[in-house]
């Protein structure tokens, strides 16, 4: 795949190439990561220029991808390699499965808790981008997002900082909503 470096400023970002999804790099002024991420094609400066002022650096390194999803396998092996400083690392002890909620979170069987958890951690570091079976429901200052666990089970949940508060579940039925089928 083709990667680019640049220095990070905007000027050279808009040079980088937005035709193909992109895992990209800001790289402090030594060379380690600070912040790994990716983004579908389309959306490449716009989505690193969005970091400016955010997260500090010197450049950019950015790798083409055919696919999204070999952009996905390559972002959560660096991020998992390098620890990156400002990629929020979401574990299962960050995950709160909200008592205020209704009763069905709180009396949850422990291999379904154990399942929500485990897909959560899965998604890494990217719990909240529309990629693959996190879909966004919400608007800021509380974001919303539902993950579909299984074809029966998904969860609302939002992220505050770096961890992830489980609001409720979401039953086959009503997931459908959110997850309307494509007709062949």
């Known amino acids: 795949m083709a990667k680019k470096t640049v220095n990070y400023n905007r000027q ?5 190439p937005n035709d ?3 895992m990209y790099r800001i790289k402090t002024g030594s060379g380690h990561d600070n912040y ?3 983004v579908q094609k ?3 400066r716009a989505r690193i220029a969005e970091h400016l002022g955010e997260i500090p650096g010197a450049k950019v390194e950015i790798e083409q991808f055919n696919s999204i999803k070999g952009a996905q ?3 959560a092996n660096v991020i998992k390699r390098s620890k990156p400083k400002y990629n929020k690392h979401i574990t299962a002890s960050n995950i709160i499965f909200d008592s205020k909620f209704p009763n069905t979170i709180r009396n949850l069987p422990r291999d379904v808790r154990a399942k929500i958890s485990k897909e959560i951690t899965r998604l890494g570091t990217s719990p ?3 990629l693959g079976n996190v879909k966004h429901i919400g608007s800021l200052p509380d974001e919303l997002y539902v993950l579909r666990v299984d074809s029966d089970l998904g969860v609302l949940f939002q992220q505050r900082d ?3 508060r489980i609001l409720d579940v979401i039953p086959s039925k009503r997931l459908q909503y959110y997850y ?3 007709k062949a």
């Open 36 to 38: 790994v991420g990716l």
């Open 73 to 75: 396998k390559k972002e």
């Open 180 to 182: 309307k089928e494509k």
């Open 20 to 22: 193909k999804p992109v």
């Open 162 to 164: 770096e961890s992830i």
């Open 128 to 130: 909240l981008r529309e």
């Open 42 to 44: 389309g959306r490449v």
């Open 12 to 16: 050279n970002i808009n040079k980088l």
